[in-house]
């Protein structure tokens, strides 16, 4: 069942210059993917290909110059862009549970631990302190958190990474959400720390069959912990499909080259060029975005590439995805 | 010296023959933090080969870093040695040190943090010359030129500033700075963590290139499993400031012998849905190394620990395959693996 879906999302950025010129970058185009219940999706890319701002465009939290030009992210019947502000701060940290990048800088080093996760609850329904004290420590307990109760106590500097980490997945669980947007949940944790808190996240969603949205460039947490995985680049979704489609039949030349750039991939010697710099937001080429970073590159390419469907969901922003579907790396 | 890009060291003599550039002896860095004593880097012994590609690979706080900046003498070590091509860095003046660290160099992880904001990357790539030879301005000029060209970064960027240069970009500035003085040794700290994997896997292409032609050894200090796996010739893995296990990337890798690298192993997920993972996820948290654990330091999170584990520190033997040494008792009596 569906629980989020983003149907052609496009978020300007718009800026005006000294000569009074408004100047526009599309920082997303037509983006289209859906969330299912009980389902982890990757959203993959590299740096400045739009993941992050997706999220941030879908939870409302987009700041000037950028802003949402076109396009619906439906949650539960309704459409979360077009919501009243008011609305949105009831269904965020609510219905929807938010983990973001840096643990360091998203809690309130001022508030201790404890009082932080209660006033996470009490921000959204009126909840009698000892009940939300109560569900504070379980919901410590959950994520793995050793002597919850004395961990209440604790302020925000006093625990590692990987703790602090896991004490804000533990804010965004403790409303019980039905979606967690989880951007860069492990970025910066140690291989060991990371492993425990994804098979925390997985259990988690698997046992109320929540949707999640995980947003990394990691591939080998998409290979491991996703069902289903979108490609995202320079703000527009080139590749999805299940896990295993897109890792064992990528279809897409960046698909392609981004599992080549991998070092469990990575042939040295080889001399082959897979990176490039992200083409220019103000000034986007024509047709195909990759095309100036393409091994693959033909005239074709200046007409914008059809979205083709290989099967099961498997879909591909090329004009020759059918060519390559299947090729070796 | 041979000019840059002009010899190829690959059918030079095996590694292992090869004479050691950096040695490493009972190296001991403790840290006065509020009063206690913290142990960063406990009795740890290594040697780099020249041309060697050393991976050093570890959790945060395991004291890679601090091992990082001890070799090069950065930071002083509390007691034992580190003897760079038969002399020993304590030994020598500051004059003398100054004048080896030519022949010695660094990447740090973070590039934008590493250069001038405000000084052209090619006055900066040209900065140890300028330090440690008697070139002219137009000889360093050209040499500067021949560097960006090793790194395949654009000469036109050579006059800019490092905000207008990209991340991949700048660590290859950085990397020209470092071999302009074509050191004999370059420390790489976590020099990709940066980096999107496609410009890492550019830089990684280019590190394996310099040490193929130019014969340079390097230590490579990175959390980063893959990458260490792909350029290391040697892996070091450490645990709280202690050598665990040491040896051939193939065999460290392949076949782990001590058990923290198992579970260190196991919990590196490879970009591949079908590759089967057998993860050992370890319980409880590392011990604080300012109370360092009596015996082996791994031994309260050590699923196949014996009560004697925590009696005395485990030595660094050797294992019996190849070259390959590990800190454990139980791998005499074969309990060392864990159930994956």
Redesign the interface.
């Given at each position: 069942m569906t629980l989020l879906a983003i149907d052609n999302l496009e978020t300007d950025f718009v800026s005006r210059t000294l000569d009074d010129e408004i100047r526009v970058a599309h920082a997303l185009n037509k983006v289209s993917f859906e969330v299912n219940r009980g389902e982890i999706v990757g959203l993959v890319g590299?740096?400045g290909a739009g993941k992050s701002l997706t999220a941030q465009s879908v939870l409302g939290l987009l700041r000037a110059p950028a802003r949402v030009v076109g396009g619906e992210a439906v949650f539960d019947g309704r459409d979360l862009l077009t919501l009243p502000p008011a609305e949105m701060n009831e269904l965020r940290g609510y219905e929807i549970g938010l983990v973001v990048q840096n643990p360091r800088t998203s809690l309130d080093p001022l508030c201790r631990i404890g009082d932080q996760l209660v006033r996470m609850q009490r921000a959204h329904r009126p909840v009698n302190g000892r009940v939300a004290r109560k569900k504070a420590v379980d919901m410590l307990a959950a994520v793995g958190i050793?002597e919850p109760e004395r961990r209440m106590r604790a302020w925000p500097h006093e625990l590692?990474?990987g703790m602090a980490q896991r004490v804000l997945m533990a804010m965004a669980l403790i409303n019980e959400p039905r979606l967690l947007i989880a951007d860069e949940p492990t970025t910066g944790l140690?291989?060991?720390?990371?492993?425990?808190i994804l098979?925390l996240l997985r259990q988690i969603v698997l046992e109320r069959s929540m949707g999640a949205l995980i947003i990394t460039?990691?591939?080998?947490?998409?290979?491991?912990y996703c069902e289903r995985v979108a490609v995202m680049f320079a703000g527009s979704i080139v590749e999805e499909g299940t896990?295993?489609a897109v890792?064992?039949t990528p279809s897409h030349p960046y698909t392609r080259?981004?599992?080549?750039?991998?070092?469990?991939?990575?042939k040295?010697?080889s001399?082959r060029?897979?990176?490039?710099?992200p083409p220019d937001l103000y000034n986007l080429p024509i047709g195909c975005h990759y095309r100036d970073r393409c091994e693959r590159v033909r005239d074709i390419c200046t007409t914008p590439p059809p979205a083709t469907d290989l099967g099961e969901g498997h879909r591909v922003q090329c004009h020759f995805a059918k060519d390559l579907e299947g090729q070796p790396l | 010296m041979n000019a840059i890009g002009d010899t190829d060291q690959t059918t030079a003599t095996p590694l292992a023959e090869r004479r050691p550039i950096l040695t490493a002896r009972d190296l001991v860095k403790e840290f006065d933090v509020g009063g206690a004593t913290l142990h960063a880097v406990n009795d740890v012994n290594f040697t780099i080969r020249q041309g060697e590609i050393v991976g050093m690979v570890g959790?945060?706080g395991s004291g890679k870093s601090t091992i990082g900046r001890l070799v090069l003498s950065l930071l002083k070590q509390t007691s034992g040695d580190v003897t760079f091509d038969g002399e020993n860095l304590a030994s020598l003046s500051d004059k003398a040190l100054r004048a080896l660290r030519a022949r010695m160099q660094i990447v740090f992880q973070d590039p934008w943090s590493a250069l001038n904001p405000r000084m052209s990357v090619g006055r900066q790539i040209g900065e140890p010359l300028l330090l440690h030879t008697n070139l002219s301005r137009s000889e360093r000029r050209q040499r500067v030129e021949r560097l960006a060209e090793r790194v395949r970064l654009p000469a036109k960027f050579l006059s800019r500033t490092p905000a207008e240069l990209?991340?991949?970009q700048l660590q290859r500035v950085c990397i020209a700075r470092a071999i302009a003085t074509e050191p004999e040794l370059v420390v790489l700290d976590e020099p990709t963590s940066s980096l999107?994997?496609?410009?890492?896997?550019?830089i990684?292409?280019l590190l394996?290139?310099l040490r193929?032609e130019l014969g340079v050894a390097m230590l490579f200090i990175s959390?980063?499993?893959?990458?260490v796996?792909?350029?290391s010739d040697r892996i070091i893995v450490l645990y709280l400031g202690t050598i665990v296990e040491e040896g051939p990337a193939s065999l460290v890798f392949g076949a782990p012998a001590h058990p923290y690298t198992q579970?260190?192993m196991s919990?590196?997920?490879?970009?591949?849905?079908?590759?089967p993972?057998k993860?050992h996820?370890?319980e409880?948290?590392v011990p604080s190394p300012i109370n360092l654990p009596k015996g082996c330091r791994f031994a309260s999170r050590c699923p196949v620990a014996l009560p004697e584990c925590s009696d005395s520190l485990p030595p660094l033997v050797a294992t019996g395959e190849e070259d390959r040494r590990a800190a454990c008792i139980r791998i005499a009596d074969g309990g060392n693996r864990l159930n994956l």
């Amino acid at each position: 069942m569906t629980l989020l879906a983003i149907d052609n999302l496009e978020t300007d950025f718009v800026s005006r210059t000294l000569d009074d010129e408004i100047r526009v970058a599309h920082a997303l185009n037509k983006v289209s993917f859906e969330v299912n219940r009980g389902e982890i999706v990757g959203l993959v890319g590299e740096t400045g290909a739009g993941k992050s701002l997706t999220a941030q465009s879908v939870l409302g939290l987009l700041r000037a110059p950028a802003r949402v030009v076109g396009g619906e992210a439906v949650f539960d019947g309704r459409d979360l862009l077009t919501l009243p502000p008011a609305e949105m701060n009831e269904l965020r940290g609510y219905e929807i549970g938010l983990v973001v990048q840096n643990p360091r800088t998203s809690l309130d080093p001022l508030c201790r631990i404890g009082d932080q996760l209660v006033r996470m609850q009490r921000a959204h329904r009126p909840v009698n302190g000892r009940v939300a004290r109560k569900k504070a420590v379980d919901m410590l307990a959950a994520v793995g958190i050793p002597e919850p109760e004395r961990r209440m106590r604790a302020w925000p500097h006093e625990l590692s990474g990987g703790m602090a980490q896991r004490v804000l997945m533990a804010m965004a669980l403790i409303n019980e959400p039905r979606l967690l947007i989880a951007d860069e949940p492990t970025t910066g944790l140690d291989v060991t720390v990371q492993a425990a808190i994804l098979d925390l996240l997985r259990q988690i969603v698997l046992e109320r069959s929540m949707g999640a949205l995980i947003i990394t460039h990691d591939l080998g947490v998409v290979a491991h912990y996703c069902e289903r995985v979108a490609v995202m680049f320079a703000g527009s979704i080139v590749e999805e499909g299940t896990v295993d489609a897109v890792f064992e039949t990528p279809s897409h030349p960046y698909t392609r080259a981004l599992l080549s750039a991998t070092p469990e991939r990575l042939k040295l010697g080889s001399g082959r060029q897979l990176g490039g710099p992200p083409p220019d937001l103000y000034n986007l080429p024509i047709g195909c975005h990759y095309r100036d970073r393409c091994e693959r590159v033909r005239d074709i390419c200046t007409t914008p590439p059809p979205a083709t469907d290989l099967g099961e969901g498997h879909r591909v922003q090329c004009h020759f995805a059918k060519d390559l579907e299947g090729q070796p790396l | 010296m041979n000019a840059i890009g002009d010899t190829d060291q690959t059918t030079a003599t095996p590694l292992a023959e090869r004479r050691p550039i950096l040695t490493a002896r009972d190296l001991v860095k403790e840290f006065d933090v509020g009063g206690a004593t913290l142990h960063a880097v406990n009795d740890v012994n290594f040697t780099i080969r020249q041309g060697e590609i050393v991976g050093m690979v570890g959790e945060s706080g395991s004291g890679k870093s601090t091992i990082g900046r001890l070799v090069l003498s950065l930071l002083k070590q509390t007691s034992g040695d580190v003897t760079f091509d038969g002399e020993n860095l304590a030994s020598l003046s500051d004059k003398a040190l100054r004048a080896l660290r030519a022949r010695m160099q660094i990447v740090f992880q973070d590039p934008w943090s590493a250069l001038n904001p405000r000084m052209s990357v090619g006055r900066q790539i040209g900065e140890p010359l300028l330090l440690h030879t008697n070139l002219s301005r137009s000889e360093r000029r050209q040499r500067v030129e021949r560097l960006a060209e090793r790194v395949r970064l654009p000469a036109k960027f050579l006059s800019r500033t490092p905000a207008e240069l990209s991340g991949g970009q700048l660590q290859r500035v950085c990397i020209a700075r470092a071999i302009a003085t074509e050191p004999e040794l370059v420390v790489l700290d976590e020099p990709t963590s940066s980096l999107d994997l496609s410009v890492r896997a550019g830089i990684l292409e280019l590190l394996a290139e310099l040490r193929r032609e130019l014969g340079v050894a390097m230590l490579f200090i990175s959390h980063d499993l893959g990458t260490v796996k792909l350029i290391s010739d040697r892996i070091i893995v450490l645990y709280l400031g202690t050598i665990v296990e040491e040896g051939p990337a193939s065999l460290v890798f392949g076949a782990p012998a001590h058990p923290y690298t198992q579970a260190l192993m196991s919990a590196h997920l490879p970009p591949n849905p079908r590759a089967p993972l057998k993860r050992h996820v370890l319980e409880g948290e590392v011990p604080s190394p300012i109370n360092l654990p009596k015996g082996c330091r791994f031994a309260s999170r050590c699923p196949v620990a014996l009560p004697e584990c925590s009696d005395s520190l485990p030595p660094l033997v050797a294992t019996g395959e190849e070259d390959r040494r590990a800190a454990c008792i139980r791998i005499a009596d074969g309990g060392n693996r864990l159930n994956l």
